[in-house]
């Protein structure tokens, strides 16, 4: 009887332990938070002079951090999920349709080389502007964690547009927009 009850007792605070262990994760948890944000920087290309299959790159840093909710949270962000990235032709100017090209690539926002990129092919400016389309970048889950690894790590990427612009001069703006999910410790 004895032996029964310290082997239920040992049983009980096995169990107990476990139990305990397990809610402290849940309370970890419980205590964060998630929410949603639209990150976007526009790309300004300005190509005044006359010329066919004119080679075209630029890089913008897109700050994270100059969304508010965001810049609260930085120094408890736990992680980003970037669900998906799109890009606009948000301005045009041109006497003719000019077609675009080339990649759109992501990279550490203190290099100065991409590491994730996405190409884009025969992307009419005029046209894709005039109707407001919106292109969303395919790129495999891999590369997409690498986003959000440089996102948690530096709360910024850096973007590269470049390519071959088939006609010039024109003037276009490139609308780049990462939507995302935030998860953080509370403040």
């Known amino acids: 009887m004895k032996i029964l009850t310290l082997r239920s007792l040992s049983l009980a605070l096995l169990f107990l332990t476990a139990t305990l262990f397990t809610s402290c994760n849940l309370f970890?948890?419980?205590?964060?938070?998630?929410?949603?944000?639209?990150?976007?920087q526009n790309i300004a290309v300005s190509e005044t002079s006359s010329g066919k299959d004119v080679p075209y790159e630029q890089e913008i840093v897109l700050d994270a951090t100059?969304?508010?909710e965001i810049e609260r949270y930085k120094d408890k962000i736990k992680g980003f999920e970037v669900k998906?990235?799109?890009?606009?032709?948000?301005?045009?100017?041109?006497?003719?349709?000019?077609?675009?090209?080339?990649?759109?690539?992501?990279?550490?926002?203190?290099?100065?080389?991409?590491n994730v990129s996405a190409t884009i092919t025969n992307l009419d400016l005029k046209?894709?502007?005039?109707?407001?389309?919106?292109?969303?970048?395919?790129?495999?889950?891999?590369?997409?964690a690498k986003v959000e690894s440089m996102l948690k790590d530096k709360k910024a990427v850096k973007v590269y547009l470049t390519g071959t612009l088939s006609q010039t001069p024109v003037s276009f703006v490139m609308s780049v927009t990462l939507d995302v999910a935030i998860q953080a410790n509370t403040l």
């Open 127 to 144: 046209a894709a502007y005039t109707a407001g389309t919106v292109f969303e970048l395919t790129i495999p889950a891999s590369d997409v």
């Open 28 to 40: 970890d948890k419980a205590d964060d938070v998630t929410f949603n944000r639209t990150l976007d």
């Open 84 to 114: 998906k990235i799109n890009y606009t032709i948000s301005s045009y100017t041109g006497d003719f349709s000019t077609i675009f090209n080339g990649i759109l690539a992501f990279g550490d926002e203190a290099g100065s080389t991409s």
């Open 66 to 68: 100059t969304d508010s």
